[in-house]
């Protein structure tokens, strides 16, 4: 920080990476509780040597002075160093600059790699909220001990697992994408084993890792290392819970893994927004700028910077006026970072790399400006949100697609419009196989094997030949 960036920051408000203290009688006992918050939540400044004035337009901050500097800065830094105060050294960085014959000293405090920071003498854990220090929840501590290991607790082995515990439903929808988008990473002469084992889905050593897992497990495998695990997704009748109509008008069960999950929230999401173009097994074409395509980059960051291994579980709701995504966890970096950033910082690095393969997101960070391209798209700003716990992001929507705007059945019609669209994708391509129309329509592939057997029942297709090199047979 530069004399001239400080003198700008006294002259805004203290937030959350910056805290003023005046210390005209010394060091201040609230300086401790200021960098145990700093270290703990996402680093900042302290400035000693100024004071608030009160005024008729808000407060200024008036250059003030700190008596002794050479000593106090000495003391702040030889105690952070040592562990006398903290259960952990912090290495922060010391600057001096001289305002009017008055000495301002400033304390660059790092997010520490030690986390959760500690005042040792009562055991104390701060974080930073707006502009202030809070002792931290017990919640907020375990939050904490997760983000200590970001991008890498997903990466990490599941104990006791192997390719057995791999939903092949969702590897062969998977290829199937790969086939349409990005064909060498398909390996089609690869059998579904030898596949995953070529794009690091199971490890060298046979076991998955977490990202993997969650990825493309087997939903009662999933639940047996990560109990609480569910993407919920719900459409709302009303500007809010409180003005519903009544409770949801849809839900989607609970799918098998995320890639089930996406499929079919991609598929449910098309109905709120434009997307002229259709093409391709995502339902829209590989440069399309849609709005769809704005979501679709919105949900993959979704799937990717949650936290699967907090006690709270992602929740979408699409309300009358906007789209919400809410994760468990905090974002890495402040809203205003996020366009400035080259390199993304994912939370669940191996889940995006799964993702990009067949090209459902940017690469290098650059989707954040896919999704906010939302405001050319509509004229609304996508908004973003971030506590210690939860990380929100709220697309408003126009007023001609809100939920009750949409024109698609529930219940009985909603499930004959469902077979409807099977059977006009047999009809185009007969020897398309289940996997695939789920890739197609965004299906789970459990939905598409009770419509096809609804439909077989029904007698409106059979199947001639083996599931292998057959084909179906509409019955009009």
Not at 273 to 302: H, K, M, T, W
Not at 396 to 414: F, I, M, Y
Not at 428 to 450: D, E, L, M, Y
Request: proline share 5%.
């Amino acid at each position: 920080m530069t004399k001239e960036e400080l003198l700008a920051r006294l002259n805004d408000i203290e937030w959350n990476d910056f805290e003023v203290k005046e210390a005209s009688g010394g060091l201040p006992k609230s300086i401790w509780e200021t960098v145990s918050a700093f270290s703990n939540t996402a680093g900042g400044w302290i400035v000693l040597g100024a004071k608030e004035k009160k005024t008729g337009e808000g407060s200024e901050f008036i250059v003030s002075g700190v008596p002794n500097p050479e000593q106090m800065e000495q003391d702040i830094v030889t105690t952070l160093r040592s562990r006398t105060k903290f259960n952990a050294p912090i290495l922060c960085k010391a600057l001096r600059y001289n305002i009017d014959e008055k000495c301002v000293l400033v304390f660059e405090i790092p997010l520490s790699p030690h986390r959760p920071v500690a005042i040792k003498s009562n055991g104390e854990v701060y974080i930073r909220t707006g502009s202030g220090d809070t002792l931290a929840t017990d919640m907020e501590v375990d939050a904490i001990v997760r983000d200590a290991s970001f991008g890498s607790k997903s990466e990490m082995e599941v104990p006791g697992s192997d390719f057995d515990d791999i939903n092949l439903d969702s590897i062969a929808s998977y290829r199937s994408y790969l086939r349409d988008f990005n064909r060498p990473l398909s390996y089609p002469t690869l059998n579904d084993e030898e596949f995953c084992r070529k794009l690091n889905i199971v490890l060298s050593s046979g076991k998955l890792s977490y990202g993997s897992l969650l990825m493309f497990g087997k939903r009662e495998s999933v639940l047996g290392v990560l109990s609480n695990f569910w993407i919920d997704y719900m459409e709302v009748p009303g500007d809010s819970y409180a003005t519903a109509s009544q409770r949801y008008t849809y839900r989607m069960p609970e799918q098998e893994n995320i890639w089930e999950s996406f499929q079919l929230i991609m598929h449910r999401l098309r109905n709120f927004v434009d997307a002229p173009y259709i093409e391709g097994p995502d339902i829209f074409g590989v440069e399309d700028n849609s709005q769809l395509f704005c979501l679709r980059e919105g949900l993959v960051n979704f799937c990717a910077h949650s936290d699967y291994f907090a006690s709270a579980h992602p929740t979408i709701r699409v309300f009358d006026d906007r789209i919400v995504m809410q994760n468990p966890g905090r974002f890495i970096l402040a809203a205003d970072e996020f366009r400035s950033r080259i390199l993304s910082i994912p939370r669940n690095p191996g889940i995006i790399r799964l993702f990009r393969h067949p090209r459902l997101s940017e690469n290098a960070g650059y989707g954040i400006d896919k999704i906010l391209g939302w405001k050319k798209l509509t004229g609304k700003t996508v908004t973003f949100e971030s506590d210690m716990l939860i990380s929100t992001v709220t697309y408003p929507l126009s007023a001609t697609k809100g939920l009750r705007n949409v024109g698609e059945n529930n219940g009985e019609n909603g499930e004959n419009n469902d077979e409807n669209k099977v059977l006009d994708i047999i009809r185009k391509t007969p020897s398309i196989t289940q996997p695939q129309i789920a890739a197609h329509t965004g299906f789970s592939t459990r939905k598409v094997n009770r419509l096809i057997s609804s439909l077989r029942g029904k007698d409106k297709i059979i199947r001639i030949g083996k599931t292998k090199g057959g084909h179906w047979e509409i019955n009009d």
